[in-house]
């Protein structure tokens, strides 16, 4: 079992920055496992970045340049720096642990981001 808790969402202003954090405790094989998405309201839930098996990290065309996945193994925590935010980057922000051998995803609770234009 592995268990994500997010944090550092809240309301900011169009250009401002965050910082989210997801500590992840339990099963956890790599911190190369795990990824962040969102979902805006009426939307589907979209990949923002990630982590891969080989270290490297894939981020979605509208975020690339403005937000920066960050891992800390030592700690099981997973983070996303967000600046240069924009009115539709609003969404809940989830954090995902793939376990690879099991085949099962774990999400998060999410964390509320807002930002005003």
């Known amino acids: 079992q592995v268990q994500l808790v997010e944090s550092g969402g809240g309301l900011v202003q169009a250009g401002g920055s965050l910082r989210l954090s997801c500590a992840a405790s339990?099963?956890?094989?790599?911190?190369?496992?795990m990824g962040w998405f969102r979902q805006a309201p009426g939307k589907q839930r979209e990949l923002v970045a990630t982590?891969?098996?080989?270290?490297?990290?894939i981020y979605a065309n509208s975020v690339k340049g403005r937000f920066t996945i960050l891992g800390n193994n030592a700690k099981n925590t997973l983070y996303l720096q967000m600046n240069s935010l924009r009115p539709e980057d609003t969404a809940v922000y989830y954090c995902?642990?793939?376990?690879?051998?099991?085949?099962?995803?774990?999400w998060g609770q999410g964390t509320q981001v807002t930002v005003s234009s």
């Open positions: 982590m891969t098996a080989v270290g490297s990290t």
């Open positions: 995902k642990y793939t376990d690879y051998r099991a085949l099962v995803d774990y």
């Open positions: 339990g099963s956890i094989f790599s911190i190369n496992n």
